[in-house]
């Protein structure tokens, strides 16, 4: 067996390999489209680990493992023995010597880390706090099914310096794009993130990052305009707070117009109409949420395929 890979941000990729999966998950998704059987990981099997709520993370992983020849074993947080306080250490170990693999969908960076240091089988990251890599690939797929590339052009981030605001601006950095953010005082990335992506920028000549405060200075000649809710799961006490903060960072009809025209819209759902985007704007024809969210299982599938692929 080879030394096992884990995928717990964008920076486990190279430059080559992203690209190399983006056009990895189109093949296996016109491959499905056609009722082409691709079963690399047949005899392999997924352990998923749920701490966090979900419906795209679970049901896509389940479903590609199927279809890639696998079997995946869901774990609830609760339903399990590490939702009992079980050390992550003990778990990472058990499920090692059961299972090809490891996803962890859970709250703090330093957990799936942790697993990962135990583990010694490839460990995914289905979510945490800090990154959700695994939708910026989905929607790096969408964006370049429907313009043919992913360079040369404009990306703008609408809302929190969440986890996916950070995993924006690593695939800027690694992939060498422009992108604009939008967020709040109070709300912005976590400057170790912005401060390794700038360094990474100008070592490359590629790529750009800009953080501004007003919508409109972001959005401003964009190609690709993504958001997100503005209070992510783990923040409903501070809701309230969050929506006066962000009150002026709806996606809406008037503000997609300052965009380049034919923008595409990007929401990693669940969405909340009237908040950070209306509904006008989700169902409109600029949006790709909904190919943009089938395009989990397909990027997925080429993640899958080659960090458990080499593995064996």
């Not at 352990?47 to 869901?74: D, N, P, Q, W």
């Not at 990306?155 to 310096?161: A, K, N, T, V």
């Not at 190609?223 to 809406?252: H, K, N, P």
């Amino acid at each position: 067996m080879t030394t096992k890979r884990d995928f717990l941000s964008l920076d486990d990729l190279s430059e080559d390999e992203f690209r190399t999966t983006l056009a990895r998950a189109i093949e296996l998704k016109e491959m499905r489209a056609r009722g082409e059987v691709c079963q690399p990981l047949r005899g392999q099997t997924l352990a998923m680990i749920f701490e966090k709520a979900s419906t795209r993370t679970r049901v896509s992983f389940e479903v590609g493992m199927f279809e890639l020849g696998g079997h995946a074993v869901y774990l609830a947080g609760q339903g399990s023995q590490i939702g009992r306080g079980e050390p992550i250490s003990d778990t990472a170990r058990v499920l090692s010597g059961y299972c090809s693999g490891i996803l962890i969908r859970t709250f703090g960076q330093e957990r799936l880390e942790e697993l990962a240091r135990w583990a010694t089988v490839p460990v995914f990251n289905g979510l945490t706090d800090m990154f959700h890599p695994c939708q910026i690939l989905a929607d790096l797929q969408t964006v370049l099914e429907l313009r043919g590339t992913i360079d040369g052009l404009r990306y703008c981030w609408l809302g929190d310096g969440n986890n996916m605001a950070h995993s924006w601006i690593k695939a800027a950095a690694i992939l060498g794009f422009d992108l604009a953010l939008a967020c709040p005082d109070g709300y912005t990335p976590d400057p170790t993130v912005v401060r390794d992506a700038e360094a990474r920028m100008s070592t490359s000549g590629r790529g750009s990052l800009t953080i501004v405060g007003e919508p409109s200075a972001a959005i401003a000649n964009c190609d690709v305009i993504s958001t997100d809710v503005w209070a992510s799961m783990g923040q409903e006490d501070e809701a309230a707070a969050r929506r006066q903060a962000f009150a002026s960072y709806c996606l809406d009809s008037n503000l997609l117009k300052q965009a380049n025209p034919g923008a595409h819209v990007l929401h990693c759902l669940p969405a909340h109409r009237g908040e950070e985007i209306t509904a006008e704007v989700l169902e409109g024809e600029q949006s790709a949420v909904f190919q943009q969210a089938e395009n989990r299982l397909h990027a997925q599938k080429a993640v899958l395929e080659a960090f458990l692929g080499s593995s064996v």
